[in-house]
């Protein structure tokens, strides 16, 4: 293993050890369709591709030229827009009501993966990390529901259903069962189809809830420091303590207060909404010495021949919005030396 990755893990490993007030992991993961597969060890390929092809296929929709190309590279939400637009004009229904067909058909296929796979222990495992909070890009609740009681009864707890577009930012599962763990869905879940992002137009809406929920983020940071004083790493990681304990703490508030790492997940440029709050992150942090900064990581299998991976590789090589690569030859290592990074530390606290 080369100087670059030893450097890079060592990091992450001294990132894992930190912890908060409450003895939970300060990092924060935000895990995408890769932790899924990765769980069922390729078992299934819970992918928007793969997702986006059985849809299409329940609809009987005609095949789309993007269904004969490698799709990595390739906007998936633009695909997304073409189905509801498609459907909408063979049903002549309105374009929202043929993307809720949509989103329900989703919800299905995901209650289904659910099902199939919440026993499976890497779920447990990785919530026996100690993470406080743990961001799912993913719509499935399997991570929430593979906790179990006792009893073999499942306690999630969560918000009410509320549809609007601000309550995307506080929606989460409470884990009573693993230390009052909390599961957040930026991009909606399965228990509210109607919540369910995957089109050019939702990101676009979502885009404005989060410049709200950024700017209350810097008018409680005001309150909280004294104006007078300069930001130091002190200071900054106080606040990202009291961050948790806010009554209205969201998940946009964890990613800009939190050392982060990214698994399973590709960061295409469709992920627009992640980028855009990762760029707003490393603009407020930029006050900082970068020694002081909390990092970003991801963990990220540089090997790959396919080329629309290595192009992304170099990209993000170029630490877009001050994300470090978390490398690894293939990605069963890549989630050994992950796991391994937090149970050292836990032989550490006894």
């Known amino acids: 293993m080369s100087t670059d990755f030893n450097k890079a893990w060592n990091e992450f490993r001294n990132v894992a050890a930190r912890r908060l007030d409450t003895g939970a992991c300060h990092l924060v993961p935000v895990v995408g369709s890769g932790f899924n597969m990765a769980a069922t060890r390729g078992r299934e390929r819970d992918s928007w591709f793969v997702l986006l ?139 509210a189809y109607k919540m369910i992002k995957l089109g050019i137009r939702d990101y676009g809406v979502y885009i404005e809830s989060l410049n709200d929920a950024f700017s209350a983020y810097k008018q409680a940071e005001g309150v909280f420091k004294d104006p007078d004083a300069p930001w130091s790493r002190e200071a900054y990681r106080a606040w990202a303590h009291k961050v948790r304990q806010l009554e209205r703490v969201n998940w946009l508030w964890l990613l800009l207060s939190s050392p982060v790492v990214f698994l399973g997940c590709g960061m295409t440029r469709d992920e627009w909404p992640m ?67 937090f149970k050292d530390q836990q032989a550490k606290l006894g």
């Open 53 to 191: 092809k059985t849809i299409r296929k329940e609809f009987d929709l005609p095949r789309h030229r993007s269904f004969s190309a490698r799709l990595a590279g390739h906007s998936m939400t633009a695909l997304w827009e073409w189905f509801v637009s498609t459907i909408a004009n063979q049903t002549g229904s309105l374009a929202f009501e043929a993307e809720n067909q949509l989103r329900k058909k989703v919800q299905e296929q995901l209650k289904g993966f659910e099902e199939r796979n919440r026993d499976i222990p890497f779920y447990r495992d990785f919530l026996a990390c100690g993470f406080a909070d743990v961001l799912s890009l993913n719509f499935d609740r399997t991570l929430a529901l593979s906790v179990t009681t006792g009893a073999g009864s499942r306690i999630i707890q969560s918000p009410g259903i509320d549809t609007t577009w601000n309550a995307s930012l506080l929606r989460h599962a409470v884990l009573a069962e693993a230390g009052q763990q909390r599961v957040w869905y930026p991009h909606g879940d399965t228990q």
């Open 275 to 341: 980028w855009w709050a990762l760029h707003q992150r490393a603009r407020n942090q930029a006050r900082l010495p970068s020694k002081d900064r909390d990092p970003v990581f991801i963990l990220w299998n540089v090997t790959v021949g396919d080329p629309n991976h290595n192009a992304m590789t170099e990209w993000l090589r170029t630490a877009p919005a001050g994300i470090r690569l978390l490398p690894c030859y293939d990605w069963g290592q890549g989630w050994n030396d992950f796991f391994a990074a």
